[in-house]
């Protein structure tokens, strides 16, 4: 068996070690000319779900490096007015950070990645790329994220939908001044108007570091503060003037490169299509709102159960039964995200009880 992957990022890297680990035939097939070669690197907050998909589809070789790389998180949400005097305060929670940028580095290593190949269309199992080449395979595994042009394909009438939020998210190098400010699980700050939300990735030892031990490349990356302005300011500097010193400093202090506006969009799953020999994964198909903490979590989900299930199955059947699954689920998944949106937005980072 053959799988052609569209696609380079958490989910689609994710299933191609998984297919690789069962002895399964799989190239991945990116846009981008590199792994670096844009703003990639924000945290993401793992829960058991997402870790667990990655140790099934990782060698085990590399569970040891993937522990490395990630950094605790747990304890108290908290949010402060500008000042950072302590206006209420959401139950602890726990998850393990991950810095995407990282994550990607560790999950190509070893694969049959060809970057440089944007995706166009397909014939039967004949995947098409802009340059004019083509590969055949038994299935084609449409990863590409929220703008998919494989689902554009698929299921031309199912199309993002704009929340209308916008955020800026920034990262700023952590320093003992900095870390002080989320002491637990994360931060808010709000002037009722526009609202910053922190959060930290620490990571347990330096990527790059650690990776030399496993012989896996990975980048320099340091402990940082991962910030999010909501809804977007022109001017992220301007926007948190007479607030409290340290939290101005932060923003001001961000890693301009690592640090970009975003749109929240999301796409709702829903079967527009026979199942058959092309299928659609993560964001592709259920993109969730940042907000949700889960858009990675049922990417690399996605790409153990479609592994598990294409190791078990005829490839038709292992489509139909994932994509029952996945649909399901990731409907759910969506839903969750756009439902708590609403507890990230100024209006309501007052006291409440
Ligand atoms: C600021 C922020 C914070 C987040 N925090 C969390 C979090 O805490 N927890 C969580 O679970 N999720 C979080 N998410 C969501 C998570 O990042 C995404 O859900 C996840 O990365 C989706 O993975 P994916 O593999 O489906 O798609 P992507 O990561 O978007 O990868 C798609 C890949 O396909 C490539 N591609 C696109 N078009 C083509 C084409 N035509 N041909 C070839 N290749 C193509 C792209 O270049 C890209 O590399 C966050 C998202 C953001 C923006």
Redesign the pocket.
């Known amino acids: 068996m053959r799988v052609a992957v569209?696609?380079?990022?958490?989910?689609?890297l994710c299933l191609a070690q998984g297919l690789r680990k069962a002895g399964i035939d799989v190239e991945v097939?990116?846009?981008?000319p590199g792994v670096r070669a844009r703003f990639q690197g924000?945290?993401?907050?793992l829960a058991d779900v997402?870790r667990e998909a990655l140790l099934a589809c990782l060698p085990d070789r590399l569970h040891p490096l993937l522990d490395a790389v990630t950094g605790d998180l747990h304890g108290r949400r908290v949010f402060h007015d500008t000042q950072l005097r302590q206006l209420r305060e959401l139950e602890p929670m726990t998850a393990i950070a991950v810095d995407?940028h990282v994550l990607r580095h560790l999950l190509l290593d070893g694969l049959d990645v060809r970057f440089g190949?944007?995706?166009t269309g397909y014939r039967g199992t004949r995947a098409e790329f802009a340059d004019g080449t083509h590969v055949d395979a038994d299935l084609i595994v449409g990863?590409?994220?929220?703008?998919?042009?494989v689902r554009g394909r698929l299921a031309p009438d199912l199309r993002p939908s704009d929340t209308g939020v916008r955020c800026v998210?920034g990262r700023t190098t952590l320093t003992p001044e900095f870390e002080s400010l989320v002491p637990g699980f994360g931060t808010g700050v709000s002037d009722g108007e526009v609202q910053l939300m922190l959060g930290l990735m620490r990571f347990r030892r330096p990527p790059r570091e650690a990776g030399l031990e496993f012989g896996v490349e990975l980048p320099d990356t340091p402990d940082y503060v991962r910030w999010?302005l909501l809804p977007a300011p022109d001017v992220p500097g301007k926007a948190v003037e007479g607030w409290h010193p340290r939290v101005r400093a932060l923003v001001e202090a961000a890693d301009p490169a690592h640090s970009a506006a975003?749109s929240i969009r999301v796409v709702r799953p829903e079967r527009r299509w026979a199942p058959g020999r092309v299928t659609l994964?993560?964001?592709?198909i259920h993109?969730?709102s940042?907000s949700g903490?889960?858009?990675?979590?049922?990417?690399l989900y996605d790409a153990r159960l479609l592994r598990d299930l294409l190791v078990e199955k005829a490839v038709p059947e292992a489509v139909e039964e994932y994509e029952t699954q996945m649909l399901a689920y990731g409907a759910q998944a969506v839903e969750h995200s756009v439902a708590v949106l609403d507890q990230f937005l100024p209006e309501r980072a007052g006291p409440r009880s």
């Open positions: 569209i696609g380079a990022g958490l989910g689609g097939f990116e846009r981008d924000y945290r993401i907050g997402g995407r190949k944007q995706f990863a590409d994220g929220i703008t998919s042009a998210v999010v975003l994964l993560g964001d592709a993109a969730t940042p903490g889960n858009g990675a979590n049922m990417a």
